[in-house]
């Protein structure tokens, strides 16, 4: 049973150009989460996707998209990088609403701007 | 508004000591979930425990405690016996009942556990 698996592990890009994360749920999951989370801090929450709509946001301008696809697997995109983007990105997955459960966590992919 | 303080940041001790991780939530929803997960060095979030705010008991599994008093607005975890292993970083999280499960991480309490 794969858990969440997320691509690639690490990115070095520098101030001003985009980039896209992948991620894969765990395998009967249909709702994707993305956090950032900065050295030393606690993962802040970016958005979450279901049925390929974004239904909840947290406080993260719009330079911050995504996207799912009806396998479940879902993008996360960054344009106009600055230095503050600089961090470590998670990816969880869960069933919709379904608070009673925990969302899984993936490794995340380690992003550095330079 | 929400919010999880986590006020240790960092805490060490003897291999075998117990250590209590403290977590104080905030949140105006009758209806939320506390969580609890591990982070090792390799990054992933490893959930431990999860407490819906109707719960108040306490749990225990194996070296691994947790405190819930709703009074106090503190979900706190206790390790007994240390051991190495047991170093990494501990998040507490609180999801509120709003429809969706987006967690609230407060800052994480780093541990280590010297030999």
């Known amino acids: 049973d794969a858990g969440v698996t997320q691509s690639p592990t690490h990115l070095i890009k520098t101030r001003g150009q985009q980039v896209t994360l992948r991620c894969s749920p765990k395998?009967?999951?249909?709702?994707v989460s993305w956090y950032q989370q900065a050295l030393g801090q606690g993962p802040q929450f970016i958005f979450q996707?279901?049925?390929?709509?974004?239904?909840q946001r947290g406080n993260f301008p719009d330079r911050f998209s995504g996207h799912q696809f009806p396998n479940y697997s879902s993008e996360l995109n960054v344009n106009a990088l600055l230095l503050g983007d600089s961090a470590l990105y998670l990816c969880?997955?869960?069933?919709?609403?379904?608070?009673?459960?925990?969302?899984?966590f993936g490794d995340g992919t380690r992003l550095s701007i330079l | 508004a929400q919010k999880v303080t986590q006020a240790q940041t960092e805490i060490s001790v003897v291999e075998k000591e117990d250590v209590t991780l403290d977590c104080v939530y905030e949140?105006?929803?009758?209806?939320?979930?506390l969580f609890w997960y591990k982070q090792p060095p390799s990054g992933e979030l490893v959930f431990l425990i999860r407490?819906?705010?109707?719960?108040?008991q306490n749990e225990i599994s194996g070296r691994y405690s947790w405190n819930f008093q709703k009074s106090t607005s503190s979900f706190n975890f206790t390790i007994t016996a240390s051991q190495v292993v047991d170093s990494a970083v501990y998040f507490c999280?609180?999801?509120?009942?709003?429809?969706?499960?987006?967690?609230?991480f407060g800052t994480g309490t780093r541990l280590t556990v010297i030999p």
């Open positions: 407490r819906n705010s109707f719960d108040e």
């Open positions: 395998s009967g999951h249909d709702t």
């Open positions: 996707y279901y049925e390929e709509e974004e239904r």
């Open positions: 999280a609180l999801s509120e009942g709003t429809g969706a499960n987006n967690l609230f």
């Open positions: 949140t105006r929803d009758t209806t939320y979930y």
């Open positions: 969880a997955s869960s069933l919709f609403r379904a608070q009673n459960q925990p969302q899984h």
